[in-house]
């Protein structure tokens, strides 16, 4: 079955360490993957995305994920890390046949200390 | 990418009764869909608003409790009926552009009494 875990339910930094948020999938195939950002009281916000090509993809506000198909990962990177970055973040799969359905992850929800 | 907004950005219900949340957006677009995000919880996907045909409900979700109307590429509205306190959540409509993409309005935060 398709499934995308994100297996930090909560993960804390401070401000200024790198982060790197966890994402697997399980797909048929190749999928089209995405990550996602809400911040407090707000909609999702489109981080980036990956279809095919370059592996490494690089997103606004300085995000950045790498799509590891021998892994089945998809994990999202920031080399240092804003007290603004404190939001929830999804992970979703996205089926590659034209029905825009997406599969999210449970999300995880970083903290920032001053 | 499209701007959406969504009308009521939030309200507080009594149960029993019905709300109908707007979904707007800036540009023609053949995909909306309409999902929901418990307290807490990541989003499930309630359903596919189809222009000028009847929504398609996933799983758990059916049109007497979501009905959902799509009267044009633009427009949408989703209607939350009979509430009760487990209907207390966000609502959020997005909308599938290119490359299968999806980009979602602000939620609208529902809270039943």
């Known amino acids: 079955a398709q499934s995308v875990t994100q297996p930090d339910i909560h993960i804390t930094v401070s401000e200024g360490a790198s982060l790197e948020l966890r994402c697997n999938y399980s797909?048929?195939?190749?999928?089209?993957l995405f990550w996602y950002v809400q911040s407090p009281g707000q909609g999702l916000q489109l981080l980036l995305k990956?279809?095919?090509?370059?592996?490494l993809v690089q997103g606004i506000k300085g995000f950045e994920a790498e799509f590891k198909r021998s892994q089945s990962s998809f994990n999202l990177r920031k080399p240092s890390v804003h007290w603004s970055d404190a939001a929830e973040y999804f992970c979703?799969?996205?089926?590659?046949?034209?029905?825009?359905?997406?599969?999210f992850g449970t999300g995880t929800r970083l903290k920032v200390l001053a | 990418s499209a701007v959406i907004s969504q009308k009521p950005s939030r309200d507080i219900c009594q149960r029993g009764t019905s709300l109908t949340i707007q979904c707007q957006v800036d540009?023609?677009?053949?995909?909306m869909f309409w999902y929901r995000q418990q307290p807490g919880q990541s989003l499930t996907l309630i359903a596919t608003?189809?222009?000028?045909?009847?929504?398609?409900?996933e799983s758990g979700f059916v049109i007497d409790k979501f009905p959902i109307s799509r009267p044009n590429l633009t427009f949408s509205t989703l209607t939350v009926s009979n509430m009760s306190p487990e209907d207390s959540s966000i609502y959020l409509c997005?909308?599938?552009?290119?490359?299968?993409?999806?980009?979602f309005g602000p939620g609208t935060r529902l809270l039943v009494l």
């Open positions: 997005s909308v599938g552009v290119r490359q299968e993409t999806q980009y």
């Open positions: 797909y048929g195939a190749t999928p089209y």
């Open positions: 990956y279809f095919s090509g370059d592996t």
């Open positions: 979703a799969v996205g089926a590659t046949s034209g029905t825009y359905k997406y599969i």
């Open positions: 540009s023609q677009v053949t995909m």
């Open positions: 608003a189809n222009q000028g045909s009847e929504a398609t409900y």
